[in-house]
Nanobody, 125 residues
Framework: VQLQASGGGLVQAGGSLRLSCAAS???????VGWFRRAPGREREFVAL?????????????YYGDSVANRFTVSRDNAKNTVYLEMNSLKPEDTAVYYC???????????????WGQGTQVTVSS
């Protein structure tokens, strides 16, 4: 699976951006996630979306504490695309954002198998 992230850019504090992550094949059963890395900092978990089990009727989402209630992860399976809607952006959200995907269910300890190339988000104060 190849992932292509896009949608980054320069935005003023308080603004919004929507990132996209296009997959080269169907990933509807995969857990998908977003991470970010700011200069001089460790990679940070942003959000994920996936199924808890085969019997789940809807997907589960999780968010990092710093983005909860501001960011929303979603996906369009018809387009093999995952989105990250980012609202009320802050200068501390400035980072390179990466999308990732892995097989299995939410809660498993499997490694993230596939990564996109990253897209830069810069939030000015």
């Amino acid at each position: 699976v190849q992932l292509q992230a896009s949608g980054g850019g320069l935005v003023q504090a308080g603004g919004s951006l929507r990132l996209s992550c296009a997959a080269s094949e169907r990933i509807s059963s995969y857990v998908v996630g977003w991470f970010r890395r700011a200069p001089g900092r460790e990679r940070e978990f942003v959000a994920l979306m996936g199924w808890r089990s085969r019997s789940s009727v809807r997907e589960t989402t999780y968010y990092g504490d710093s983005v909860a209630n501001r960011f929303t992860v979603s996906r369009d399976n018809a387009k093999n695309t995952v989105y990250l809607e980012m609202n009320s952006l802050k200068p501390e959200d400035t980072a390179v954002y990466y999308c990732a995907a892995r097989s299995g269910f939410v809660g498993s300890s499997s490694e993230w198998e596939y990564w996109g190339q990253g897209t830069q988000v810069t939030v000015s104060s």
